[in-house]
């Protein structure tokens, strides 16, 4: 008993330091980012609706840069937590390397996709010069997201949340800066989607050079660097994609999923596709606590299978669930108080205004239904169990589309019928990987490998 209690103490402990400061990064650039879109809604709802579309794309695209930072998170924690910083500094190095020159690739491949892109989100033809210049800028500079995700990964990795804190914070700050000078200094009748847009990649240029000087700042200084020969670099290569590639995919894939919802949703017109992206503001908010015990878990369970400590990467699984279902909880009734002054920040429309909150009750559904699915994802993949979330998301899509489409376009439920196809999705998920986890963690075998090797 006073082992466990031990146990619990020392996890309850490390969750609550790597918690609260994504907790803060969460919620301060939400209200940041909150800021430049009442930007960009006062430029033009027209814009307001090409990018909650076609940003769909765009994060479809920066997801295939995690096929290197989960492959590289999942081997990296459990070298944090066994102490082997030399090995550390082998595999960062590959995982920066790798993920600048498949950011390149990707930059050079996807902007010959433009005009097929905004065919495929149901982009009406009068606001294809908005939709190319929002990609064209997004998807020709996503090698500066590309080298952000990695940076973060690794800080997250070694449980340096507060870094990624500042890091962020200044990446939305900044973005918000810019927007409010275009806004307030840029005639109406001169300003252009493309600046609102390039304000997103200023932003993140800074994020990296930050988080560059306090890698060398925190780890390089204190450990000689010595690169890997290209043997090594190609066996640590190899071990990153075994893991990344059904890692990455599977996000990959729910996005690509997203897609066609957000498809299904553009054919109910351009007034269905601006309810959803006002509900984007509200459900990044209720969110925040599945993203941040998420994160904090990920990162535990890696460092604790590299510490071989067993009990303790069963427990704070436990106590993540809790912790993230009563955050979602307080903070999801929180909002859906205050959405009618929300709401009236970007629109008096008042049918607008009743469906989106008639909608935000589901969406508290979903978000709880999500803290499951996404933690039992994290659990899987931070023991090197990356393929059942990659069936479970092919599974779980299936499901919502034919949920969606009977109940949102066949029996004409509209935004309701699209909103079950997400539950059904998350609950089949969400129930199916955590009993997945539970029986791979059952013992103490867990803990007897390297996953490196």
Known sequence: MVMNNRIRSKGHTKLISMTWPVVAELLLTGLINTGSQYFLNAFSTDAMAVVGSLSQIVSMVINLYTLVSIGGSILLAPMVGAGRQKDCGKLIDTMLTAN??????????????????MHLMNIEPALYAMGREYLIISLGMSTVQSLLITYTAIFRSFGHMKDVLVCNFLVYLACFFVNLLVCYLVPK??????????????????????????????????????????????RLLKRILYFGIPGGIEGIMYLIAQIIIVAMIGSLGTRALLIKAYLGNFAAYMSIGTSAINTAVFVLIGQYLGEKDPAALRAIFRD???????????????????????????????????????????????EAARVLAALAVSGLKAVGETRLPFIMIILGSLLDFAIAYGCGIVLGWGLYGIWLGYLGDLVLRGIVEALRWYKITRGDAICGRRLDE
């Open 320 to 366: 993540g669930l809790i912790a993230g279902l009563l955050i979602t909880i307080t903070v999801s009734a929180g909002l859906i108080a205050v959405s009618r002054p929300v709401l009236h920040i970007f629109t008096y429309d008042e049918s607008i205004i009743k469906q989106a909150q008639a909608l935000l009750y589901l969406q508290l559904i979903v």
């Open 189 to 234: 009748g001169e300003q252009k989607l493309l600046y609102y847009t390039f304000s997103g990649i200023i932003g993140q240029s800074l994020g990296v050079l930050y988080l560059h000087l306090r890698l060398r700042s925190f780890f390089w200084r204190q450990n000689k660097r010595e690169r890997p020969d290209n043997s090594e670099r190609l």
């Open 100 to 117: 600048l020159i498949f950011g390149i690739l990707i930059s050079i491949v996807t902007l010959c996709a433009v005009y097929p892109f």
